[in-house]
């Protein structure tokens, strides 16, 4: 499900829409972040041109008194990303602490945003009253959501996977660029300098611009504006900033510096935890992808079942127990309608309900685990594929910053 569609690729509508995501290295990745995050990533790879990233300053919002954790899981978290499929041929993977333009993208954003939009974010005040271990009264917490928001808006993605909790920050996102493009968008002369542009394209293709543009202006024809677009698509030989200012000057705006990004909800897989509630490092109900297969059987064989079924003899109600979400994820219909009958005629013992399941989750697992100890024995392998990545995010972040520094009053050359 989309969030906040209509804006998506907004820029570039000629390329396939940029996607952008990033994960907390705060712990082992378990079962919950494969079904819930990572799978999703997989496919999505295929059909868009994604970023994703390790969002260590972010994970330093709230571990600034741990830095072991964060630096014991930025490697094991890219590692697991690999070994659950994500390809560094189709993905760009970086770290974000390695690309400086995030932070000072934050800062100059930070000028432009109210402490109230800040204050207002609803896991600010969530987290800080369900971390009370934790003191979160910081500037850089308080600013999370805002240097989320560069990390999106500077490789002007137009979609963000993320988790429902996530979604009030790519809403801020968008207000804030929106409000980017409300105060620097609108050049003093920017009218003369679209029409400057539009001569760079050619005689014949600028009244073809005239026309479409009055066509989408005047009568709403939204054909003519997707015509327009891809004609500029096409231009080769006009720059980058012409090309953003008559993108802009179509809608009758300015020119959108900063795209609005729309958010993604994952296709909810729900994958709970052993005891039924968010499988969470925090609750230690979790599988993690790289736990021994002996640790997970046993840790399957031992989860609680519906509480009704004390005696082998009772039945059972597979709506009560927390095996069942994973009948949903791993079995399939002869398995399920196998398990259902049997657990409420109590014809099966709840250990061989479960031995499908444990077998699927096995082997499930197994490539991932193979894939993970490959990359796990080439540690240069990793760090060469994150430093690829990491130089081909920055090449486009610092295109963006750029723009905006020049938007901002700060293009000294
Ligand atoms: N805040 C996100 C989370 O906790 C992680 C994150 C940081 C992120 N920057 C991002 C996600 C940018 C999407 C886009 O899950
Ligand atoms: Fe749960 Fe299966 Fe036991 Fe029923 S038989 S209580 S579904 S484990």
């Known amino acids: ?22 994960m907390r ?80 993208l934050h800062v100059l954003l930070s000028m432009i945003t109210p402490l109230s939009w800040l204050e207002r974010v609803p896991s600010y005040k969530d987290q800080q009253a369900q971390l009370k271990d934790r003191d979160l009264s910081t500037f850089g917490f308080l600013g999370y959501p805002l240097l989320q928001g560069a990390d999106i808006l500077i490789y002007r993605a137009a979609m963000v996977p993320v988790g429902e909790d996530q979604v009030a920050h790519v809403e801020l996102t968008r207000e804030v660029a929106r409000r980017f493009n409300h105060l620097y968008g609108r050049e003093p002369d920017y009218e003369a300098r679209a029409e400057e542009a539009i001569k760079q394209i050619g005689k014949k ?13 005047e009568r709403g024809d939204r054909e003519a504006l997707t015509t327009a677009r891809a004609l500029l698509e096409r231009q080769k030989n006009i720059t980058l900033g012409d090309k953003e200012r008559l993108f802009g000057y179509l809608e009758g705006g300015g020119k959108i510096i900063l795209p609005e990004p729309a958010a993604l909800l994952a296709p909810t897989a729900r994958m709970p935890g052993l005891d039924g509630r968010k499988m969470s490092k925090s609750y230690d109900n979790v599988i993690a992808l790289r736990d021994d297969p002996a640790v997970i059987e046993n840790k399957l064989k031992t989860m609680p079942t519906d509480p009704a079924r004390v005696r082998r003899t009772d039945p059972g109600d597979p709506g009560k127990c927390p095996v069942w979400p994973f009948h949903l994820v791993y079995s399939d219909d002869k398995t399920r309608a196998w398990a259902d009958q049997g657990c409420r005629s109590a014809g099966i013992g709840c250990l061989e309900c479960k031995r499908p399941m444990i077998e699927a989750v096995l082997a499930e697992l197994k490539p991932i685990q193979e894939r993970a100890a490959e990359f796990a024995r080439d540690p240069q392998l990793v760090r060469n594929i994150v430093a690829e990545g990491g130089k081909r995010a920055r090449e486009i972040a610092g295109e963006t910053l750029a723009d905006v520094r020049a938007a901002m009053g700060l293009g000294y050359s």
Request: some cysteine; hydrophobic content about 40%; proline content about 5%.
């Open 1 to 22: 499900m989309l969030v906040g569609l209509q804006h998506v690729s907004t820029v570039f509508p000629g390329q396939a829409p940029r996607v952008l995501s990033g």
């Open 25 to 104: 290295p705060t712990g082992r990745l378990h079962l919950g972040h494969y079904h819930g995050v990572l799978k999703n990533w997989v496919k999505l790879q295929t059909e868009y041109e994604c970023f994703f990233f390790v969002a260590d300053w972010h994970a330093l919002t709230t571990h600034y008194n741990e830095p072991h954790v964060i630096e014991e899981n930025v490697w094991d978290m890219v590692i697991d990303w690999l070994a659950a499929g994500v390809d560094p041929n189709s993905a760009t993977l970086f770290i974000q602490s390695r690309i400086p333009e995030h932070a000072e």
């Open 205 to 217: 293709n600028g009244k073809l611009y005239h026309e479409l543009r009055r066509a989408y202006l």
